[in-house]
């Protein structure tokens, strides 16, 4: 199969291209547009997006255990551009984060039609009670090495990511632990000093969860996490680029500061997204969706992202202004690295995954590629 446009993202920048895609891989590229080639005229092809943090969609979520809302899920995703995603296991009871951990794994070994489930991302319930968001702060427990262990045990080796707050974690025991599993630590939810954060990036943490939201603020003499997430050129920082959880000139600090090669950006949704307006429950509590495209509790707190993925990249140009190059490699690229795929996935490129993002000038979503095959 041949794929053609004016546009395609090769080497940071786009480029009239032909693509021959053979058993789910990109076998060669050819410059210029080729005859007889599907031609997506100047449509965009980027990579296929990665989202390695969201929570859930239509009413349901990735802590539910509910392996039908997993397939269902993976086979809508593509219609916001996303190929590959891992399901955000965020705070509840004990018993649903153990068997969402098994039914991600279960799903996870069906290779079902959709983007592709890579394994879980556990948020849950390592966090600091007052940066927990919006969640119930007597769920939440202090991280112990054997603890994470019956987690990594009832996802059968599929959890790629976990959230720590690093004060709560004792000598740092989880985190190095989970290093050593191959598990990519995340910052966040977490009162942790600049100091203690620095830390725990030396130690081998590579993210900063949602840089700016549900941790300690940035303060001339207590700088917290995000000024050690800013400062260190070793770890990736996350923007929620919907325009309401960081203020536009905050989006803006954080890709600035990361630059093109350690910005990732993520939707962080919840189940409420794609639902119509009203009134709903969700994650223990009423909860309302608003016209901004975020949930929010009854008394006004954000409570999640609404918005699909693709907006990201539109918006981080467009309120962040930041780089096309910047914008795009936040959602495809980067996230790749720090998930250890980069070899495989979120670039156009010779021997790689066919995962791709094709998108009109106004940013919806056209087409969608999953190992070659198209999804919409």
Same mark, same amino acid.
């Given at each position: ?54 929570? $859930?969609?239509?009413?349901? $979520?990735?802590?539910? &255990? /509910? ?43 069906? =290779? ?17 009670? /007052? ?20 987690? +990594? ?8 990511? +976990? ?27 977490? /009162? ?12 081998? &943490? ?52 990361? $630059? ?15 639902? =119509? ?29 609404? =918005?699909?993925?693709?907006? /990201? ?58 190992? $070659? =095959?198209?999804?919409?």
């Amino acid at each position: 199969m041949l794929i053609t446009s004016d546009k395609v993202w090769i080497d940071e920048t786009f480029i009239p291209a032909t693509l021959e895609v053979e058993q789910g891989r990109i076998k060669s590229i050819i410059l210029g547009k080729a005859a007889g080639a599907l031609d997506y005229g100047n449509l965009s092809i980027i990579p296929g997006l990665i989202d390695i943090h969201t929570h $859930g969609y239509q009413g349901s $979520g990735a802590a539910d &255990a /509910n392996p039908e809302f997993l397939r269902k899920w993976a086979a809508y995703y593509p219609r916001e551009g996303v190929t590959t995603f891992l399901p955000g296991i965020n705070v509840t009871t004990e018993e649903m984060i153990k068997k969402s951990l098994e039914v991600v794994a279960d799903v996870m070994e069906e =290779k079902n039609c959709g983007a592709e489930i890579y394994g879980s991302f556990l948020q849950a319930p390592f966090m600091d009670h /007052n940066y927990c968001g919006t969640y119930n702060k007597f769920l939440l427990q202090a991280p112990t090495v054997e603890h994470v262990k019956e987690y +990594i045990e009832c996802s059968r080796n599929t959890i790629r990511t +976990i959230s720590l707050a690093p004060e709560n974690d004792k000598d740092h025991e989880v985190l190095k632990y989970c290093i050593a599993q191959g598990i990519q630590v995340c910052l966040g939810f977490s /009162n942790c000093s600049y100091e203690e954060a620095m830390q725990a990036i030396t130690e081998g &943490a590579r993210n900063v969860i949602h840089c700016f939201n549900c941790m300690g603020p940035l303060l001339s003499r207590e700088p917290h996490l995000p000024m050690a997430g800013l400062l260190n050129d070793e770890v990736f920082c996350e923007v929620m680029a919907d325009g309401v959880h960081v203020h536009p000139s905050v989006m803006s600090l954080v890709g600035r500061m990361k $630059g093109k090669d350690k910005l990732i950006t993520v939707t962080d949704s919840t189940s409420l997204k794609g639902l =119509k307006a009203g009134i709903y429950s969700a994650e223990g509590g009423a909860t309302r969706i608003c016209e901004d495209g975020v949930a929010r509790l009854m008394n006004g707190k954000i409570a999640g992202s609404l =918005k699909p993925m693709i907006e /990201n990249i539109k918006n981080m140009q467009q309120l962040g202004g930041l780089p096309l190059v910047t914008a795009i490699n936040a959602a495809t690229i980067n996230p790749a690295k720090l998930l250890r795929i980069d070899d495989q996935k979120g670039l156009i490129r010779e021997g790689y995954i066919a995962d791709l993002t094709i998108y009109d000038e106004t940013y919806q979503v056209i087409q969608t590629y999953v190992h $070659g =095959k198209p999804m919409i």
